[in-house]
């Protein structure tokens, strides 16, 4: 996915929103800032906003002398998310469709995005867990199930702390033995590093591997040659959240996109209103534009994923 114009105002106010969390330093806000400036003429518009962004926030780190300013946050997430994780799972168990709820679960954990939003608290992420189990979702998880099920070998390439835990309680209801998880590969942003994954008790469960990058996203070319072939080999990519869906929306491999649509370019890009959850194929056929902000939901009744495989 290209940058579109209405991408650089929104990449020179998160870049000011991400210094301002991780310093107090008006004169390190005030470099970032010119810096950004001066740099938004030379962009490469062919580039997705992830690509862009990751200079950025090398640049945040260079200029606050800390190689994971984000490190608390993601802490903070992880350590919130397995808090919540007993209560939601039993919700999980106890829903008619327990594959329907556990795959809205992770994409309403893409709201724990220190990219997008700087300050955000216990409560509104407690409410867009609950709200998502029974908010419109853009997708079938029907389709998705059975696509799952199709698979021969599955790449799950994750996005935030604290949404690594209830893309954990995903993981449990699909076969493990065709699963591996593929994190960042250092810090950026509060997204998700092996240290996440750890803490969110992945290793537990599946093969994890890092991507070799610090893309906010899944800049192949910028990826270690042993995920690289990875995701070559896989049957199946699963792809959290906005940066992911930047910048692997061209390419040429089976992809479902997972996340919480956050700004107007996705928006008009998927077909769907901001906010809304989103399950997108990247092959076959698409998940039709919805009409005004109205979904009906229909498809999404009665998976085939009702109880978790063994």
């Known amino acids: 996915m290209k940058t579109f114009f209405d991408c650089i105002p929104c990449l020179i106010q998160q870049s000011l929103s991400a ?3 991780v310093t107090d330093d008006e004169r390190i ?3 970032v800032l010119r810096e950004v400036l001066q740099s938004a003429g030379r962009m490469d518009l062919r580039r997705p906003p992830a690509a862009l962004a990751q200079a950025v926030h090398r640049r945040i780190r260079e200029l606050c002398r800390n190689e994971d300013p984000y490190r608390a946050s993601k802490v903070r997430f992880n350590r919130l998310a397995l808090d919540l994780l007993p209560d939601f799972r039993r919700r999980v168990e106890e829903s008619p469709d327990p594959w329907d709820a556990a795959v809205r679960l992770a994409i309403a954990g893409n709201v724990m995005d220190l990219g997008v939003k700087g300050g955000l608290g216990e409560a509104e992420i407690r409410d867009a867990l609950d709200r998502s189990l029974q908010e419109p979702l853009h997708g079938s998880t029907a389709e998705f199930a059975a696509a799952v099920q199709r698979a021969r070998s599955i790449l799950y390439l994750t996005d935030n702390a604290g ?3 209830f893309d954990r309680l995903l993981i449990e209801h699909m076969p493990r033995e065709k699963v591996t998880v593929a ?4 810090p950026v942003i509060n997204d ?3 240290e996440d994954a750890e803490e969110a008790g992945l290793f537990d469960l599946v093969p994890v591997i890092d991507n070799g990058s610090d893309a906010p996203g899944t800049v192949l070319h910028d990826c270690h040659e042993a995920f690289q072939r ?3 080999d896989a049957d199946l990519i699963i792809a959290k959240g906005q940066g992911n869906y930047e910048t692997l929306t061209e390419a040429s491999a089976n992809i479902y996109f997972l996340l919480r649509v956050k700004c107007p370019v996705i928006a008009r890009d998927i077909g769907c209103p901001v906010g809304r959850m989103v399950l997108q194929p990247s092959q076959g056929k698409r998940v039709p534009a919805e009409p ?6 229909e498809a999404n009744q009665g998976s085939s994923f009702s109880r978790a495989p063994p």
């Open 19 to 21: 210094v301002r969390l």
């Open 292 to 297: 005004g902000a109205a979904l009906s939901d």
């Open 29 to 31: 806000h005030e470099q």
């Open 163 to 165: 949404e690594i835990v």
């Open 192 to 194: 998700a590093t092996l």
């Open 183 to 186: 994190v960042r590969g250092s």
């Open 230 to 232: 990875r995701f070559t």
